[in-house]
């Protein structure tokens, strides 16, 4: 059972360079979510989606987008790449509603913008 | 505004000692509290959680105390071995956006052998 799996897990962009994260799960759960982790602070709620087809904006969305066609994958994009951007990416899981379930993390995608 | 915070951003203790990690938090509205663990290079791992009609919750080594009067979390971990050292972040379930989740800042456990 691999859990959240994210891919890439480096990634060296150059402004102005477009990209995708992609996220993938095999537990089957309703909801997806995409943080980005900054040095010496926790973790910044990005895009969420509570189901397939839907997504929704979090507290730091600028700058990205996000898709979620088939209920395992949630992708984020980086239409046009700024220093800025320049974190660490985690995505989470968890089963749907408010069942208080935790969120379930993968490793993260470093990704630097120069 | 929103905050999760801890109190003490790093902490050393002795291997085989006892470890208490505090956070406070700002929602009094928030009913469900987590504890995470997040070694180097790796992603926040779930260690326990607590719902708001609780008071207190032990797993394997370690117990969670919410204190909602005060709005205060603490994690304390037993017999604290070296591969405990770790950042340790408490995050709150505001029912909001989906269940976003607020991360306090995150301590570091350092464990001296």
């Known amino acids: 059972n691999a859990g959240v799996t994210q891919t890439p897990k480096f990634r060296v962009l150059k402004t102005g360079q477009s990209m995708t994260l992609l996220c993938a799960q095999d537990m089957n759960h309703e909801y997806m979510y995409w943080y980005r982790q900054d040095p010496g602070m926790g973790l910044r709620l990005i895009h969420y989606?509570?189901?397939?087809?839907?997504?929704a904006k979090g507290e730091v969305p600028d700058g990205y987008n996000v898709s979620r066609l088939k209920k395992q994958n949630f992708l984020l994009g980086l239409e046009s790449a700024a220093p800025s951007q320049t974190s660490v990416y985690f995505c989470a899981s968890r089963t749907g509603g408010y069942s208080n379930q935790p969120q379930h993390f993968g490793d993260g995608t470093r990704l630097s913008i120069l | 505004g929103e905050s999760v915070g801890l109190h003490l951003p790093t902490l050393s203790v002795q291997e085989g000692d006892n470890s208490i990690i505090n956070c406070a938090y700002s929602n009094s509205a928030s009913d469900y509290f987590i504890w995470y663990k997040q070694e180097s290079g790796k992603g926040p791992q779930f260690i326990i959680d607590i719902r708001s009609n609780m008071d207190k919750r032990q797993g394997q080594r370690v117990t969670v105390l919410l204190n909602k009067t005060v709005k205060h979390l603490s994690l304390q971990i037993a017999a604290t071995q070296p591969g405990d050292s770790a950042v340790y972040f408490c995050a709150e379930n505001t029912n909001n956006q989906g269940g976003k989740l607020i991360f306090g800042q995150g301590t570091e456990l350092s464990v001296k052998p």
């Open positions: 989606s509570v189901g397939e087809g839907t997504t």
